[in-house]
């Protein structure tokens, strides 16, 4: 009576629950599902097969069930293809419930998406985790860049772009973010002209640029958007400025500048420079005997 109930309210009608097993060995919960289809068609050429030839077993997980991972063992029905021109003698029945050759449930993946699209991977990964789904953060990363646009950062009108080291002094890659939401939007392979010309046509609407002094994002920008508004990063803006000034005052202020002897002369000569370093002595002399009058007190005691 149980397995009805769990298998009424968790999983497909056409899917039978053959066994339960529960957590007690620190596992989760494990469920072996059997398929109860008597038809299917064939996903190559589209014929309905009746013919039944054998099973194939998987193990997928799915959603945690009270914060413990759940893991299936499913057969899953295998049908004759009678189409003689179809170049699949045998095939696997198709079923929404979990797609040909993933480890997840379609239901589990969809979570695992949302999950990841609203952070990085690697800090998915660990929520995730945390609540009994273990996956990398590379699984994730191909798993959002598999499911194409329905997941990607929209594009807003101003945008920020500059390059990064995935290893410094080798490989380079461009990184472009949002300026308005302070998202990240896409990373590019490379830093060069071509890499950025070809993202920008597919995303005309961007009116304002934010770059760094790199000629080739200059170049990019100006090719595919001659109207966009390129401005200089904060970081930039501030390192032009320090260089002007600095240009500046070279013209001003030489790079050396001369004492003559004489002044340096008159300076030692002075009385009262002298004066000053009869005070200090006489200062660090009595600081001296309070120090030792200090420590035989002390000593007495």
């Known amino acids: ?44 050429c589209g014929k309905e097969s009746i013919r039944a030839h054998s099973y ?29 021109e179809c170049e699949a003698d045998i095939f696997t029945e198709s079923s929404s419930f979990v797609g040909p050759y993933f ?12 999950v990841a699209a609203l952070m990085n991977c690697e800090s998915a990964a660990k929520i ?59 990373v590019l392979e490379g830093r060069d002209s071509e890499t950025l010309e070809k993202w920008l046509q597919g995303h005309r609407e961007i009116e304002v640029v934010s770059r760094d002094r790199a000629s080739a994002y200059a170049r990019a920008i100006t090719e595919v958007l001659p109207e966009a508004v390129q401005i200089a990063d904060r970081f930039h803006i501030t390192k032009n400025l320090l260089e002007a000034l600095n240009d500046t005052m070279k013209t001003f202020i030489p790079e050396v500048i001369e ?8 300076v030692s000569a002075d009385p009262v420079s002298h004066t000053a370093k009869k005070t200090r002595k006489s200062l660090n002399v009595r600081l001296h005997r309070y120090n030792g009058a200090k420590k035989s007190k002390k000593s007495m005691c």
């Open 1 to 44: 009576m149980l397995l009805q109930r769990i298998q009424g309210n968790f999983f497909p009608k056409n899917y039978m629950i053959t066994q339960r097993c529960g957590n007690s060995d620190d596992q989760g919960y494990v469920f072996e599902l059997l398929s109860n289809s008597h038809s299917a068609k064939c996903p190559h």
């Open 259 to 266: 004492v003559p002897n004489a002044e340096i002369e008159k």
């Open 103 to 114: 480890h997840f449930t379609e239901r589990c993946r969809e979570y695992m998406l949302k």
């Open 56 to 84: 194939q077993d998987r193990i997928v997980r799915d959603l945690p069930l009270f914060g413990e991972s759940v893991t299936l063992l499913i057969s899953q029905q295998r049908y004759f293809c009678d189409n003689e």
């Open 128 to 186: 995730l985790a945390y609540q009994g789904i273990r996956v990398s953060g590379d699984t994730l990363l191909n798993m959002l860049r598999a499911a194409g646009e329905r997941y990607q950062s929209k594009v807003g009108r101003k945008i920020g772009v500059d390059d990064w080291a995935y290893r410094k002094g080798q490989k380079y890659g461009t990184l472009i973010c949002d300026l308005e939401t302070r998202e990240i939007i896409d």
